[in-house]
């Protein structure tokens, strides 16, 4: 059962002809002469030739940056840019002039599969890459100048709050769902004139948000997670309009600060006021060691920042004070409550004690044991050497050597002495006996004696008596035991005093992974039912066991890599490990109609699968490696929201000969996906809360049932977690489906393709 193909397991399906078009006007065909492409600049050398170029000393502004989108080697050229491999026979990515003409006529709508929906504006390739040079080139010149706490990465972030010290009070800015729009592009238009003089390059920017090639929501959840309706362009457009209000926020850390300064003197336990900030794109938090009173008017001039000079809504109600110490608050999917020190690291409690004594015992029998086994080995090869030797010298041969061997033998056995005489001396039992044979009956201790013996002899059995006692008093050993355990009662003092102060003076952020919405994550995916065991997901039937096994390995692996940081991240673990391995292997075994232990059993524990090649490798995370995982040096992981939520779906089509819509590929060995959303499958608003999970966004769904080709490599990379789909160009996925089914003897699907792909 389980050798079966997958495609032999696959239903056929029928689509239906849609009769509106995906898009309103033909994708601009790639030049075919275009120049090499330069090798990628760095963000120093951007700034450096920027700075070189286009700043003026007298105006301190920049100047002439639009012609630089459309050049053949734009300078917004990242090393985080896309950059074609390098494979011959290969076109040139397409220049971006034509998109800085007229961007409308690069837009693509595509249009969703119920009639109700919204269409979701696509930029072409052309277009992207010049929005990214435009995001290059705005990040080197508003960069340097950007607020410390304004990050780009959530681990960064992340770290940075978990160790603020003794926190008091914190808010998080609470922005109702509000489109961006010509009121806030107005405010954002004149922050960038402030250090840009390009009226053209203004304007452009202004055309890309007019045209809904640059559309995003503040307040929602969809920015930074890496979904195809956010564009390259939009990070940097917030951090640009929202450093007014970074400005503030540095207004007041230093008003505060000076304020408050931090005494010099160590020996006086003394906690000053400080405000700490920190802002990922168009979240806030603040943080305080201060007085709620403090704490309420900082609140109050970052609304004011936010509703006067910005014209952003703000919820003043989800914007309330809470108390660090007694409740939570969420922050970039994360939870934060600042705690005393011994709950972040807890004291061993007596049962954890007395198992690592228990531990350390049996270690050190079997230390004991191997090393009594060594020694007998040992013992066993000398008394055969000398026996061997013993009897050619009873037979009379002479034995001549290089070297001799009287001194190595004797250190040899000199070790071995001092050894034993020393492992003689560790037992109590053995010195309170020879002590007791050697104390007893001394009748030179008697004084009419000794005043007839000789002084030298007296002198002799006092220093002996005096050895004696140093080696084998009974009582020196007990002593030591006694100085030993008292001096651990009093280290031990020592730690629960030094505790009990940091408990009762210091407190900790403690960073928590928000488990309650992970599991209800799991749930709504499939991945569990109602009773919160693991089941299969029958939709992927069709695909490939390989396919398969990488679709729950990009799941799981995008969780770990992004709850790694945080201080439950063992019940992450087990949520990976357990709940999603398990309905994988359930997913298999449904696929095959097996059971789950022959699942088990031929895909092993690891889920190995085999590639083209007939090598096992192995995709999802096992046990060992899930294991050890910890805090990492991640800048900014994708969130699981893009891969949770999708499921491709393989089509069973013989043709291969569509060009795969990853950029700069052009591999006609490709197969033909299905894109099927978790919202359309089960018929939920996310923007319902109570149906939907909370924090957790959702791609557009105008890419329902969208079918793209893709070649091996970029498909497992999808699936993976290694790319979104904002690496793939969904403007050329404007394929419509026409099926003839025809009956004779047996039902068969005839699919053709047509448009132009």
Known sequence: MLPRLAHARARHRLIR????????????????????????????????????????????????????LSHPSPPGRTPHSPTPPQTPNQPQSPPPRDALSSPSSHIR????????????????????????????????????RAATFAYRGRHAAIRYLRSIPS?????????????????????????????????????????????????????????GRGLPQESELTATLVNI????????????????????????????????????????????????????????????????????????????????????????????????????????????????????????????????????????????????????????????????????IENEARRVFKDWAEGAVAEYFKSQEHCQYWHRLLASGDFLSLTRVRDQLPPALVDSYDKFQETLDRFFMPMRDRDMAEEEERLAEEEEEEEY??????????????????????????????????????????LLLCLDDSDII????????????FFCCCRNFKMVKTVVSYHLRFSCFLTLSEKHECTKRQAISHFTKDLKVANDDGVAEVHFPTEREIKMMGDKNLSDPKPVDGALTMIL???????????????????????????????????VDPLNENKWVHGLSAIHESLNKKCIPLCSMHASDLLLGKITLQDIDLSRSKSKLHIDILRSGTSSIRLQLCSKL
């Open 497 to 538: 005093e030094k505790r009990t102060v940091e408990d009762l003076t210091e407190l900790k952020m403690r960073a928590n992974a928000p488990i309650e919405l992970v599991r209800k994550a799991v749930k709504l995916a499939g991945f569990t039912n109602s009773m919160g065991r693991p089941r299969p997901i029958k």
């Open 167 to 223: 926190a008091s009070w914190f808010f998080r800015v609470a922005i109702p769902r509000q489109r961006f729009g010509p009121r806030h592009m107005r405010r954002l238009l004149d922050a960038i004139s402030g250090k840009v003089d390009d009226p053209g390059f203004l304007e452009y920017l202004n055309e890309l948000v007019v045209s809904d090639a640059v559309a995003f929501e503040l307040g929602g959840c969809e920015l």
């Open 550 to 561: 990488k679709w729950y390995a990009g799941v799981g692996r995008r969780w770990l890599d």
């Open 241 to 404: 309009f929202f450093d007014p209000v970074d400005r503030e926020l540095m207004a007041v850390r230093e008003e505060v600060h000076k304020k408050n300064p931090r005494m010099k003197d160590d020996s006086i336990l003394h906690t000053p006021v400080r405000v700490y900030a920190v802002r990922y794109l168009d979240e806030i938090l603040v943080v305080t060691s201060g007085s709620k009173m403090l704490t309420i008017e900082i609140r109050d001039r970052i609304i004011a920042v936010l509703e006067r000079d910005l014209e952003v809504k703000v919820d003043r109600l989800g914007s309330s004070i809470h108390s660090a110490v007694s409740e939570k608050i969420e922050f970039l999917g994360i939870e934060f409550q600042a705690v005393p020190p011994s709950v972040l690291h807890p004291p061993m409690s007596e049962k954890a004690k007395r198992a690592r004594k228990k531990y350390l015992k049996m270690k050190a029998e079997k230390a004991q044991e191997l090393k009594n086994a060594r020694e007998t080995r040992r013992k066993k090869l000398g008394l055969k050497i000398l026996n061997h030797l013993f009897k050619r010298v009873r037979r009379g041969e002479e034995f001549e050597f290089d070297f001799r």
């Open 649 to 683: 779906v393989r089509l069973a089509i013989d043709d291969t000969s569509y060009p795969c819509l990853a950029h700069f590929c052009v591999k006609t060995d490709t197969v033909l996906y299905r894109i099927r959303l978790l919202q359309n499958r089960l018929n």
């Open 109 to 144: 709508l595509l249009l969703p599969s119920r009639l109700k929906g919204q269409p979701l504006p696509f930029p072409t390739l052309p277009l992207r890459l010049a929005m990214r040079c435009a995001a290059s080139a705005l990040d080197a010149v508003f960069a340097p």
């Open 17 to 68: 002809p849609t009769s509106r078009a995906i898009s309103t006007a033909p994708a601009p065909s790639p030049s075919p002469t275009t120049p090499p492409a330069a090798p990628p600049l760095s963000a120093a050398d951007l700034e450096l030739l920027l700075r070189r170029g286009h700043y003026s000393v007298s105006t301190h502004r920049f100047h002439s940056l639009l012609p630089l």
